[in-house]
C-alpha cells in the first residue's frame, strides 16, 4: 500500500514539477560581500527499504549550493510525516529562508526521486522536479537540481551541469583530463606523456584546443567530444604554437605563434599575425564580444597584460608592477572583467577592467595560485594552487570569496571550465 501512495504521489508530482514559478528575491551577488541566503537541506525520506546511495543526492545538492557562495547550507534529518503538510515555523524559528525536502524509492536497481524547494516564510513549495536513475547518475540527478534551485531563488543559471578540463602529470609527462566541475568523474582524454599546457573549452563545450610537443616542437591539437573522442592536429610548422582560444562564436582561434599573436579559423588555417612585434607576445583571450583580444607581451620590459581590438590595432597596456601574466576574460558581457596573475614575491590572481581600472586582488594563500580560468556563466573562477603543496584545482567566486578544493590527487594546472 504505501508503494502504491509513493507512485501515486510522484506521479501527481511529475505532473506539476514542470510548472515555472516565480523566484522569490535576488540576492546581492554585486557587492564586495554576498549577503548569503539560508537553505536547508533535508535528507530524503526513504519509501520502502533505505538504500544508502540515494543519500548522496542531499549532500551533493548541498556540496554544490555551498560552492556556489550564495547560500548558507544546513542540513538535517529527513521531514517527518507527510511532506504536504510540513511544520515550517521550526525551520523558520532556525533561520531558514528556504528548504529541499523530498522522497525516494530504491527498486529494480533504479532510484526514484520526488524532490521539492519550499518558501519558508510563505510556506508554500516553489520548484518540484522528480529523478529516476541508477546509483552510479545520483550524483548527475542532484547537480541537475541544483541548477534548477540556484537559477529559482537567484535568477543566475547554475553551474553545477559542467565540466572542467585539465593538465595533471609531471613537468614533461603530462595528459589531458576532465570531470564534473567538483573533481569527480574523471575521464582521461590524452596519451601524451609529454608537455601539455593551456588547455581551452569552446563556447559550445563540445572542443577542446592545447598544446603539446607530443612530435617534435610546440602544436595546437583540438579534441571533439561526440560519440567519442577524437583528436586532431591543427598545426605542423616549426613555430612553437600554443596558448589557443576559441572566440566567443567558436568559429576563430587566436594563439601565439614564435612570440606573436595570430587569429585563425577554427581548424587554424588562414592566420594572420596581428602584433608582429620584436617581443614576445603569448596567451590571447577574447572579449565577450568578440571585439578585443587581451594578451601578454614583454614589450615594455616585464611581462604585463595589453588590450587590443581582435584586428590588431588600438594596443594599449592596462597592468605595471611585478609581472603580469594568465589573462581569462569572463565571457560575461555583465562582468566584463580580465582575470589574471601577478607576480610580485608570491604568485596571486587579480581581476582589472578592460581600461586597465579597478584592479582587484583574489588569493592571498601561499604558494603560486595561477591559471585563473572562468566559468561559462562568467561568475565563477578555477585556478591552480600549491597552497596545501601539491598543485590543486580550486574554484572561487568573482570577487574572491568562497575559495574552494576541488578533489584530492594533486598535480594538476590549466584548469578549463566546459559547458
Known sequence: ??????????????????????????PDITGPIVQKLPVHIAELSSVGPPEQAAQEFARVLGNDLQN?????????????????????????DAGADYLVAGQYQASGGRIKFA???FNVKEERAILGRSYEATPGKVREAAHRFADLVMKQITGKQGFFTSKIA????????RNLFISDYDGFNIRQLTRHSSLIMSPHCSPSGDKIVFNSDKVWDQDLYVITFGS???ETRLTKAFKLEQSAAWSPSGRQLAFSANG???????????AVNLTRNGSIDVSPTWSPDGGMI??????????????????????RKITSGGYSTDP??????????????KVEGGANVYTINPDGSGQERLTSASGRNENPAWSPDGHYIAFSSSRSGAKDLYIMYLNGQNQRKLGKSGGKSFPTWCK
Do not use: C, H
Not at 544546513?74 to 523558520?92: A, E, K, L, P, R
Not at 560575461?332 to 582575470?339: D, F
Open 115 to 117: 524532490v521539492r524547494l
Open 68 to 92: 556556489a557562495a550564495l547560500f548558507d547550507v544546513s542540513s538535517g534529518v529527513s521531514i517527518s510525516g507527510d511532506i504536504n503538510n510540513i511544520g515550517f515555523q521550526s525551520y523558520f
Open 228 to 230: 567519442g573522442v577524437k
Open 260 to 270: 606573436d599573436i595570430y587569429v585563425s579559423g577554427a581548424n587554424g588555417k588562414g
Open 166 to 173: 585539465y593538465v595533471q602529470g609531471g613537468r614533461s609527462k
Open 1 to 26: 500500500m504505501v508503494y502504491r501512495i509513493f507512485f501515486l504521489a510522484l506521479s501527481l508530482f511529475i505532473t506539476y514539477s514542470g510548472i515555472a514559478y516565480s523566484q522569490i528575491k535576488l
Open 328 to 341: 581569462d576574460w569572463s565571457p560575461s558581457r555583465e562582468v566584463n572583467k580580465i582575470a589574471f596573475v
Open 294 to 315: 587581451a594578451f601578454v607581451s614583454d614589450r615594455s620590459g616585464s611581462p604585463q597584460i595589453y588590450v587590443m581590438t581582435a584586428s590588431g590595432r588600438g594596443l
